[in-house]
């Protein structure tokens, strides 16, 4: 992809919750409340359980402002810092603002422009690695341990844009299993797991308590994301409604298989089975006229292809991995849908017959 179209895209990604309200999913309000809380919950878990999480700075909205002594000294002592600056409200019809990867200086000045009511914010200062390390998007469940890794901006995962695909694990709480020989992947995601195994039964109890947490065998279930970097291992989100969505997964780690045209291969995003002509969609031209039960064939989906996604019988991707945000997306809309094959566009044209089998990830050219 050329570099203007992948910044083009990038620019147009918005958060999980933001992808479920464009298709107005029935828990949206839940999965906003969860989301927005996150950080309290991991400050619980890193209180009871030692779980190492980006800790936030927190102010009032209302107290950022340069006669605010708190801040002032905030701003002076940290303001070269790198951060994501949260602008949470506190009545659930606000929208939630945000920006990431700037100085806190920056930050704040950009908070200045934002047309808000400061009173019914909560803001919060997150730290921001400054370099990149193993990232993870996983989710514990009766199964075991198991989703995706790589070695970069933990927006890879969450986007799906990349080069080279995840690496897929899973751990059934005996073997590890992943998609590739990668020791240095391996140790890391062990290293996770441990923070995760709670032994001590009163400790479990507490996070049952404070967070009506669930566990098997020992390890804290749910859905988790994580980052790596110079300056430690944090966990950026654990949350309890994605978990019970992902309740039943089961990750099918396999290397994906030799590719040919009559035969394509990726990763099952989605699960399900649908026959359909291919629609190539380029990144700039999203919004061309795209055929009910057409097959949407495209190098990563975006926000703005939710509306094609609606129409689509199946989703096919070069890029992106099985909880991706398109993938999430694609699995609650109930469509078929293959990600990180690679070359989908490449191989396919646009009129194609195809038979999509996202259960087992292929791709079956039919004229």
Known sequence: MADENLAKLLKTQKSLTEWLEDIKHQDVDSIRHEDNDKRERLRILNDIIGLPYDKPVQFEAAELTENNPRFVKYLKSHGEELCALRLLPKDAGLAKLRMRGKSVKFAYDWFKEQKINPSQYRADFVPHPPDYGWSTIFVVNRHGIQGEIIFGGHHLLTQGFHSKSPVLFRFDFKNWLLSEDNPDALNHLKKLADYLLVEEESLRTQVANELSGQFHNNYLSGYF?????????????????LGETFKDIKVNVVPIGTKSKAHLSGRSGS???????????????????????????????????????????????????????????????????????NNATSVLATGDKVSVNATNGTVSIIN
Not at 228 to 238: A, E, H, L, N, R
Not at 271 to 285: C, L, N, W
Not at 306 to 313: D, I
């Open 225 to 241: 994301e994580s980052t790596d970097s110079s300056v430690g291992t944090w966990f950026i989100d654990y949350n309890r409604i």
């Open 271 to 341: 699960h399900g089975q649908a026959e359909g002509s291919v629609r190539i969609v380029h990144p700039d031209k999203i919004d061309e006229d795209f055929k009910p039960g057409e097959v949407l064939v495209c190098i990563m989906t975006t926000p703005q292809h939710v509306p094609l996604m609606k129409r689509a019988s199946a989703i096919i991707t070069d890029q992106g991995g099985i909880l991706c945000h398109a993938a999430i997306v694609a699995r609650e809309l109930g469509i078929p849908c293959i990600v990180g094959t």
